[in-house]
């Protein structure tokens, strides 16, 4: 995978949940048509609790939930926003069959949970989302902490990141 020329990475510490939601909520205030945030972690990371954050930051008043079953669920906030999850789909052919490109390359903001099983069918730009069960060190650390990586693919993303510090004062 080539990374566009502008990249650019953030790593925060959530304390707990609410701080997981609370970089949602930015990331969802922050989020602009054609947007594509793609979600990566384990199972019970804290993929959903950013996900419903970003929901709540883009407007959506009612409805959020995982998309575990139904795999992709429409909301209409401030712009459309489509929530994935791939973890039942077997590979980036799977995510095709269902017609994401329509959600993917179209007007509203698409969360994709469990990316890394259907990257290949991504955009090439968008917001890469990991959030692991460490510090930021790498240390393995209490059950309520995650280390949260953003990684800014392309140059709209970029500028995401850094309109992200004046929007969020941080866990
Ligand atoms: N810092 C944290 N950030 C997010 N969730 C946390 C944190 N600390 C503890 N949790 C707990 O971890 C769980 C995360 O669940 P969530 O459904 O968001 O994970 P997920 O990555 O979507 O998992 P799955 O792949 O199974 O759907 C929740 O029970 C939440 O309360
Ligand atoms: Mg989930």
Redesign the pocket.
């Known amino acids: 995978l080539e990374i566009p020329s502008a990249s650019r990475q953030l790593k925060i510490d ?4 609410d ?2 939601r609370s970089l949602g909520v930015a990331l969802g205030r922050l989020a602009a048509p054609g947007d594509v945030f793609a979600l990566y ?10 996900a419903l954050g970003a929901l709540e930051g883009a407007g959506v008043t009612s409805g959020g939930r ?1 998309p ?1 079953f139904t795999l992709i669920n429409e909301h209409q906030g401030r712009l459309p926003v489509y929530h994935m ?1 791939a ?1 039942r789909l077997d590979g980036p052919a799977d995510l095709a069959d269902l017609g994401a490109d329509e959600y993917l390359y179209g007007d509203g903001l698409t969360l994709v ?2 990316a890394d099983r259907v990257e290949a069918a991504l955009p090439e730009r968008r917001l890469e989302i990991r ?1 692991i069960a460490a510090d930021a060190s790498g240390a393995e650390v209490g ?4 280390a949260i990586g953003l990684l800014a693919r392309g140059e709209r993303y970029a500028a995401l990141l850094d309109a992200l510090a004046g929007e969020w004062s941080g866990p």
């Open positions: 959530s304390h707990g949940p701080d997981t972690g384990g199972l019970g990371a804290g993929k959903t609790c950013l995982s575990t999850d973890y949970e469990w959030i059950r309520d902490r995650r």
